[in-house]
C-alpha cells in the first residue's frame, strides 16, 4: 500500500519480463499478461488505486474464513491459475484446477477457456507444478509423508494425462531425495500404527535393493553417500525393535554384506540376552566366526561365550583382542583372580546395558541383568544340553550354505558333550571369591551357614594337590565330565555333600551375592569398537575413526548441492547471490546459529561482521526466522574493475524473534531498496557490501 508510482512501475515492469516455465503456451503466458496489465491500469489509477486500498484495509478486519475475491473472465482462467501458483497459493490452485481434469466434474469441452487440448495441458502443469512446490514446502516443514503425498499426487496426474515427462521427472527426483526421511517419519510411528511402519520398512529395502545392500555402490537416487548411507542406518535403528533388526539385517547379511553381519549379531544379542534365548546368541556367534577373518571382534565372542557358559572359550577369545581400553578396563576388575571373567562379566553387562540395548526401540529402557539370564531355568536347561563345538565355517561361501549345515556338521566332528554352565558359574563364583573385599563383606550368617569349602576359596594349586590326592569331584545331573580348568580347579573335597549343578540354592545364591559386588567395584568403560571398523577392514586401530552409536550421526535436512556462483555477472546470478546470502543469514541467526554458509557468499567486511552477528545471537539465547522476497532491479559491472559489480533489488524481509526460545514480535521491512556490492573472488562471486 506504501508503493509509490515509480515502484509500482518497477514491479508491472518485472512481473512480466519474468516469464513462467517453458512448458506454457502462449496462450496461457498471454492471458498472465493481460491480467498484470489489468492490475497495473487500475492502480495507476488514484480513484482506483484508493478503492482498492480501503478493500485491502476493511480485510484486516474480517474473520479468517472471508477472502478477497477478484472475477475473471473464463478466457482469464489459466492466467488466473497461473499467478496464485506463482504466489504460493499452492491449495487453492489445486482447489480451483482439479475441477477442470479430465476426471473432474467442470468441462472445458466447449472452448470457453481456449482451446480445449491447450487449456487442458496448461491447468495439468500448473497443478502438478503447485503439487511439486506444495510437497517442497511440507518437507522443508518436516511434514514428509504429506509431501509425499503432494508429490505422488502430482506425478500420478502427469502419468494419467501423459504430459510434461520432464516435469515428472522433477517430482521423481524428489521422492526419491524425500525418501529417508519418510522412512525415519513411519518408524517413528508408535507400534500401534502397524501398516505405517511396514511401509516405513518397505522403503527402506527398495533403497537396499537399489544400492545392492547396506554397504553397496548402487544409486538410490537419493543422494547419501555410502558413509551418509551407513550413519542414516545407524540414527534408524533407535526406532526399529529387536525382531525387526534381526530379521532385516540378516536378511541383508547373506548378500554376503559384512556391515549387515554385525548389525544382525547386535540384534540377535540383544534378543538373546532380554528374552532369556541363549539359541539366538549362539546364531550371533556363529556369525561373528564370519567377520573374524577381517576384524577384530573377539570381545563380542568372548561375550557369546560367556553367555553360552563357554568360559574357557570366553577367556582365550579374550586374549586374542586388541581392543586396549576394554581389555585395561576387564583387567583391572579382574585383579585377584586367577583369569579375566569377573572383568569380563561386568564389561559384558555393562556393555550390553550402555552399547547395544539403547539402539532398540523395545529394549532402551530394559535393565541388563547377567544374574537374571542365568537364574531362568530355561537358559539353565538349554546350556546344559549344548554340546561342546569344534570350528565353525568363516568362509563367505561356505557360510551361505546354510548356519544348519554348519552347527551339525560342527556337532557331529567333535562327537563329544561339553560341560554344563553350572561349570562356569563355579568358575566365575570361584574367582569373584577370590576378591578379599567382596569375602569381607559378608555377613556372620550368611558365612557361618556355608559349607567350609565354600568358606574358603581354593586356589588353583590348592585345587590340583586336592586332585592328585584323590579328591572327589562333584557330579552333574547329567553326570558329564567338565572340561580344561572347569575340570580341575573346581573340584570339591571329600567331605563335602555332592551339589546339584546350577540348582544348589545356596551355590546359587552365593554367586549371585558375589557378582553383584563385584559389579559395584566396577569404573566403567568406553565404548567398544565402531561401526566403520566394519566398513575399513584394512586399516589400523589407531587410524579408525570412532563413532558414537548412541548418538544421531547424520543431520538428514534435504539434501543441499555446493553453491556455485561462478560466471559473467548477470541479474540471473544476481538473484541467486542474493538469495544464497540471505539463506544463510536464516541460517547463521536460526535456531543452529550455522555460519558455515556465510563464507560461500560474503567477503569481508560482511562475512566477518555477520559471523560476529551470529555469535552474539547465540551468546544471547536468540534466534530469528526469517521470509525473503528479492527482486532484481539491475545489475552493473564496473568499467574499470570486470570483478566488481553494483546490483540493485527490492528486498522484503520478515522477521519473527525468538528470545530464550519463546516466540515473541514481528518485525516486516517491505519493498526495501538495497543496492549490493559484489566482487570475484578464486572465480566465485561474493558480496562485500551493501546500502
Known sequence: MQATADQLKQAHRDRTLQLPRREYSEAAIATRRSLLDKAYAVLSDPTQRKQVDETLLNTQYETENEAVTIEIDDQQLIGGLLILQELGEYELVLKIGRPYLSSGTATIKGGQFGDPRIALSDIVLTISLACLELGREQWQQGQYESAAEALETGQELLLREGLFAGVRGEIQSDLFKLRPYRILELLALPDEQHHDRQQGLRLLKDMFRERGGIDGTGNDQSGLSIDDFLRFIQQLRGYLSAEEQQALFEEESRRPSAVATYLAVYALLARGFAEHQPALIRRAKHMLSRLGSRQDVHLEQSVCALLLGQTEEASRVLELSQEYEPLAFIRENSQGAPDLLPGLCLYSERWLQDEVFPHFRDLAKLEALLKEYFADEQVQTYLEELPIEGEVVSDWSLAE???????????????????????????????????????????????????????????????????????????????????????????????????????????????????????????????????????????????????????????????????????????ALAQKAIETWLNAKKSALGDTHDTSKLSQVLADPKLSEWQRESENAKRENLHIEYDHAVKVDGVEISQSDPNQAIVKATVTEVRKYFPAGQASEIQTDRDMAVSYTLVRQDNQWRIKNWQ
Not at 550368611?446 to 584323590?470: I, K, L, Q, V, Y
Open 401 to 571: 550354505r546354510g548356519l544348519h549345515r554348519e552347527l551339525s556338521t560342527s556337532a557331529s566332528r567333535n562327537g563329544r558333550s561339553r560341560s554344563t554352565v553350572s561349570a562356569s558359574m563355579d568358575g566365575i563364583e570361584e574367582n569373584l571369591g577370590g576378591y578379599r573385599s567382596a569375602t569381607a563383606t559378608l555377613t556372620a550368617t550368611e558365612t557361618a551357614a556355608m559349607p567350609a569349602a565354600e568358606r574358603s576359596p581354593r586356589s588353583p594349586e590348592t585345587s590340583a594337590r586336592a586332585s592328585s590326592n584323590g579328591g572327589s569331584k562333584p557330579k552333574s545331573r547329567s553326570d558329564r565330565p567338565r572340561n580344561n580348568r572347569a575340570q580341575t580347579r573346581y573340584q570339591a573335597p571329600d567331605q563335602d555333600d555332592p551339589i546339584t549343578p546350577i540348582r544348589d540354592k545356596r551355590r546359587s545364591r552365593l554367586f549371585l551375592l558375589l557378582f553383584g559386588i563385584a559389579a559395584a567395584m566396577g569404573l566403567g568403560f568406553l565404548m567398544i569398537r565402531s561401526l566403520r571398523a566394519i566398513l575399513n577392514p584394512n586399516s589400523q586401530p589407531a587410524e579408525i575413526t570412532l563413532v558414537q552409536l548412541d548418538q544421531p550421526v547424520v543431520n538428514l535436512k534435504p539434501a543441499e548441492e555446493a553453491v556455485s556462483l561462478t560466471g559473467e555477472m548477470n541479474s
